[in-house]
């Protein structure tokens, strides 16, 4: 599902990360996020009280948003996302995080998103194309 431009612009850009719950929309900016060989976006949990809530709320819906700023080639996946608190993935982003702050912050767990649906947002042609 998610080709090799499509992996290029999620490894080298920032993410925004909506959800929704009770009519009232929530979108974060993500630094500490990854993307598995298998296809699965990885999200570190350092400051997403209010996205983890709307999870709870909405079946784990998820959308992300990535573009590249210099060509404004980008993405919009939407999935699920399951929260873990333990585990090699937690651990990772724990030291990313740790590392970053000198140990002022830490990471609580992270976000497993399995994409079900990858749309160009790139200006042109493609856009609004579901991949």
């Known amino acids: 599902m998610l080709n090799e431009n499509v992996r290029k612009v999620l490894k080298e850009s920032l993410w925004d990360l909506a959800t929704c719950a009770g009519n009232e929309p929530n979108v974060v900016p993500v630094a500490f996020k990854d993307v598995t060989e ?41 999935g699920r996302a399951e929260y873990v608190t333990e585990g090699e993935v937690v651990n990772a982003f724990k030291a990313m995080v740790e590392e970053m702050f000198h140990g002022a ?11 079900e649906k990858v749309i160009v947002t790139t200006p042109g042609g493609e856009n609004k194309k579901e991949l």
């Open 38 to 78: 298998d296809g699965k976006l990885l999200v570190g949990d350092v400051f997403l009280e209010t996205t983890l809530n709307n999870l709870q709320a909405n079946d784990g819906r998820i959308a992300i948003s990535a573009y590249n700023p210099q060509n404004l080639e980008g993405y919009q996946i939407k």
């Open 105 to 115: 912050a830490t990471a609580k767990g992270a976000l497993i998103i399995t994409p």
